[in-house]
């Protein structure tokens, strides 16, 4: 095991030590516990745990949507609690792609209006941005449908255009929160099957769902209970 | 060493998010016109405001016009003193001295100053160009007698012939200037045979023909014979008849006005009344009346109402966007853009609805100028100002929603 730790260690691209989230409440409701946790580049994660469990809560931490209340959040070895809010919103915006149960797409722009979203507020220039986000609709199979509304898409397809808009900022890590929840299997799993591709590319990938099939894809697998975080070996 | 200095400065671990102008304006475009109908019926009550706001400004600049092309620059630079003697003192005798031309003269700002009065001879008051008993009747023709200064103060224009001078006035010579009309009337055409007309049986060589006046345009239906020459046949004119006529330098009207009395009879003063021209200031306010403030007032309130349904529409649109919001935050916006791109899209709808407003405003004015046959006129600065007027409307009112946009917490709106 210890043969395999690199030589030039790169920093872990999450590293919770300690972290917890209390809500204030009042009652105030502690959603997670100190929980400790790294996952290394390159790494697909599934995270599971029942409804309630505080799975959202931990891809809210993850994602710098929200701040721990207690312990500390590195990412990418910048330790994100000493930021100020405006360099939190910066890293987040540049360095984490964020895929929705419920798509979260603008339904009157086309779809590379809405990837190009991802860029909008990365400085970078409209005719990069649009040809980036014309290489991200293809790259998840949708090269054929650029300039198509949302609401003139299928589920699996809107998906993917949230996928694509996760992807083309070429963030250090993918964070997916129910990326299947509101599809069929079949269509399920040809989304699984685009994380699968990505895994393969390299790309860091934390999924959070409920369901045991979704979770088996990952490589690791940690499930929350009641804001416990523990880990356990694949099956 | 770099990262540290970097550091012990505040400098950021990561580029800041940042959103240019042109992506911030076309977001906002995007925004308005995702919703058009509600977009339209929300900018109708800044339309209908700043509409109002230029029709009542056109239209009280196009009626100001009418006022201002009569009241020219003729009337600014002249004025004229009248005798009010007989009302005073019936014995005053002529009010006007001999020298009036000359005493006013001596004033600045004076360009020609003289008296005149129309003369009434007793018995036979027709005017021929041949002696009596040449041939019967002859004309109704007024005459008028003026000071060589009276004259040139009517600025007439010559057709043939000169305007006798003071040398002439003062010989009482018996000259005529005469209007064209009148020299057609009589059958003169050429001053080169030295014609004369007849005021009774007064034979008055004609010296010129004038073809126009800029005033006293009844000069021209006259047979204008010197002052002196008037006097020394028909007498002094009767109390409150003559009167003076100066022609001033732009600018100069009210103080001459002013000192014209005194300058003519210092014993006296009170015998003449100098009237000064109107000023065309208080002559507009009589126009621009109570009824414009209440219409001006009616489109403030049109403005407040619109505004408060910008308000209330970008109120709404952010409630209806917390997806939006939270996703933008996700994907790096700070709260400063969300508050930046709200603003700007109830500003746009602000400036749109100035712009409709300000072409329906201007509309009604070029239709009323039509309809009562005006020029229409609306001020550069009232056509510039209007949209800016929506802009800030639709700013103002966009304030409240687009902080409580930017106040929204990404993962609580990301949760819906
Ligand atoms: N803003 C909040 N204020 C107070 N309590 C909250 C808040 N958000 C979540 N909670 C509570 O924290 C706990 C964890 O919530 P969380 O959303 O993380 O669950 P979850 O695992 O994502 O559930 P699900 O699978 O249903 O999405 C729940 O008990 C929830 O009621
Ligand atoms: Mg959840």
Excluded at chain 1, 106 to 114: G, I, M
Excluded at chain 1, 119 to 125: E, K, N, S
Excluded at chain 1, 127 to 141: K, T
Aim: proline residues 6%; aromatic residues 4%; contains cysteine.
């Amino acid at each position: 095991m210890v043969a395999e730790v690199p030589a030039v260690e790169a920093p872990a691209v999450i590293e919770l030590r300690q972290a917890g989230l209390t809500y204030p409440g009042p009652p105030p409701v502690a959603a997670l516990t100190a929980c400790e946790l790294t996952v290394g580049a390159g790494e697909f994660v599934t995270v599971v745990g029942p409804s309630g469990s505080g799975k959202s809560t931990f891809l809210n931490i993850v994602g710098l949507l929200d701040v721990p209340t207690s312990g500390s959040y590195l990412l990418d070895g910048i330790d994100t609690g000493a930021l100020k809010d405006a360099d939190r919103t910066a890293l987040r915006g540049r360095r984490i792609g964020f895929v929705f149960q419920s798509f979260h797409l603008l339904p009157y722009r086309s779809a590379v209006e809405n990837v190009r979203l991802a860029l909008l507020y990365g400085a970078v220039p409209r005719a990069e941005s649009h040809e980036r986000a014309r290489e991200a609709l293809a790259r998840v199979g949708l090269g054929h449908r650029l300039d198509a509304v949302p609401t003139r898409l299928s589920g699996g397809e809107q998906q993917r255009v949230a996928i694509a808009r996760a992807l083309v900022s070429r963030p250090s890590l993918l964070l997916c929160d129910e990326p299947t929840g509101n599809l069929d299997t079949a269509t399920a799993g040809a989304i699984l099957g685009l994380l699968d591709e990505l895994h393969a590319d390299g790309m860091t990938i934390v999924v959070i769902t409920h369901d045991p099939l979704v979770a088996a894809r990952g490589a690791r697998t940690v499930s929350i209970r009641d804001g416990v975080l523990t880990e356990r070996a694949t099956v | 060493m770099r990262f540290r200095r970097r550091a012990a400065r505040g400098g950021s671990p990561v580029e800041p998010s940042v959103l240019p102008l042109r992506e911030l304006l076309s977001e906002s475009l995007a925004g308005m016109l995702q919703r058009p109908g509600r977009s339209a019926l929300t900018a109708l009550g800044t339309v209908l405001g700043v509409g109002t706001f230029v029709a009542i400004l056109g239209l009280t600049a196009t009626t100001s016009s009418q006022i201002d092309s009569r009241f020219d620059l003729l009337t600014a630079t002249e004025v004229t003193v009248e005798d009010t003697s007989v009302q005073q003192n019936a014995f005053a005798g002529p009010v006007f001295p001999a020298d009036a031309d000359e005493r006013i003269g001596r004033l600045g700002g004076v360009e020609h100053a003289g008296v005149y009065w129309t003369v009434h001879p007793a018995g036979s008051a027709t005017v021929r160009s041949s002696p009596v008993g040449a041939d019967s009747g002859g004309e109704e023709i007024g005459i008028v007698a003026a000071s060589p200064g009276a004259l040139l103060a009517a600025d007439p224009h010559l057709a043939q012939g000169r305007l006798y001078d003071a040398y002439l006035s003062r010989g009482a010579q018996p000259v005529a200037v005469i209007g064209s009309g009148i020299a057609a009337r009589l059958g003169i055409t050429t001053l080169e045979t030295y014609p004369a007309v007849f005021i009774g049986d007064q034979p008055f060589t004609v010296v010129g023909i004038i073809d126009d006046t800029r005033r006293k345009a009844d000069l021209l239906l006259s047979v204008i014979v010197p002052r002196t020459t008037a006097e020394r046949i028909w007498g002094p004119p009767k109390g409150g008849d003559a009167r003076m006529l100066i022609a001033t330098r732009v600018g100069a009207a009210g103080q001459i006005a002013h000192e014209a009395p005194t300058a003519l009879r210092p014993d006296h003063p009170e015998y003449l009344k100098a009237v000064p021209p109107p000023d065309p200031r208080t002559l507009r306010g009589t126009v621009t009346g109570d009824l414009n403030q209440l219409f001006l007032l009616l489109a403030a309130i049109c403005l407040v109402i619109g505004a408060v349904g910008i308000a209330n529409t970008t109120l709404v649109a952010v409630l209806e966007r917390t997806g939006e919001i939270g996703l933008r935050r996700a994907l790096g916006a700070r709260g400063r853009h969300i508050t930046a791109q709200f603003l700007a899209e109830s500003g746009a709808l602000g400036a749109l609805g100035g712009l409709v407003g300000t072409s329906l405003g201007g509309l009604t004015v070029v239709i009323v100028a039509l309809v009562r046959d005006w020029t229409p006129v609306v001020h550069p600065a009232t056509i510039a100002a209007a949209p800016v007027i929506g802009l800030l409307t639709g700013l103002l009112a966009g304030l409240y929603p687009a902080l409580r946009a930017s106040r929204i917490q990404p993962a609580e709106a990301l949760r819906r």
